[in-house]
């Protein structure tokens, strides 16, 4: 049985206790200046992601847009090192129905390129968000602005919902 002294002094440790309060993106705070530890996925009306950690986003298509394609046989990287805008093409795929260009969610310089696509382009088919990303880009200052303006999860799902009907 709990003692009275016990009791307090658990409640007293509780009060004590610094509270952990993740940053809110309805803050006035610019996404800029939240931590880099804080990973977050955003999505552009043309159905590309970014999820972002720190400077550093990694890019693709979506599960909404690989299913729309349909079977994908082949997908264009960008060119590492090279500097893109917002909206600017930053690669291609090809499907049995379509072919599409990829465009660069925000704005920054492509560090990386998923090189495993160039060998099986399907694997956007069975992991678009996951293992099947096309490129890492380095936020510029104004890219890091830009992701104010794209949508999170739910507003994403509502979109792509609209656009299913």
């Known amino acids: 049985m709990a003692t009275?002294?016990?009791i307090a002094m658990r409640a007293a440790a509780r009060r004590a206790a610094p509270v952990f309060r993740a940053p809110s993106l309805s803050s006035s705070a610019p996404l800029s200046s939240l931590s880099p530890r804080f990973m977050s996925t955003y999505y552009t009306p043309a159905h590309e992601y970014?999820?972002?950690?720190?400077?550093?986003?990694?890019?693709?298509?979506t599960d909404f847009a690989q299913a729309a394609l349909?079977?994908?046989?082949?997908?264009?990287?960008a060119e590492v090192g090279d500097d893109y805008e917002k909206g600017e093409a930053i690669g291609s795929v090809e499907s049995?129905?379509?072919?599409?260009?990829v465009y660069a969610p925000v704005s920054g310089t492509c560090t990386e390129v998923n090189e495993a696509l160039n060998d099986e382009p399907g694997m956007v088919n069975a992991e678009a968000e996951g293992e099947a990303?096309?490129?890492k880009i380095e936020l510029s200052d104004e890219g890091l602005e830009e992701l104010e303006g794209l949508m999170g999860e739910e507003a994403y799902?509502?979109?792509c919902e609209k656009e299913a009907h």
């Open 4 to 6: 009275t002294a016990g």
């Open 50 to 61: 970014i999820k972002v950690d720190g400077k550093i986003g990694t890019m693709g298509i």
């Open 70 to 77: 349909g079977d994908i046989v082949y997908v264009e990287l």
């Open 96 to 101: 049995v129905k379509a072919a599409s260009d």
């Open 133 to 135: 990303w096309f490129a």
């Open 157 to 159: 799902k509502e979109h």
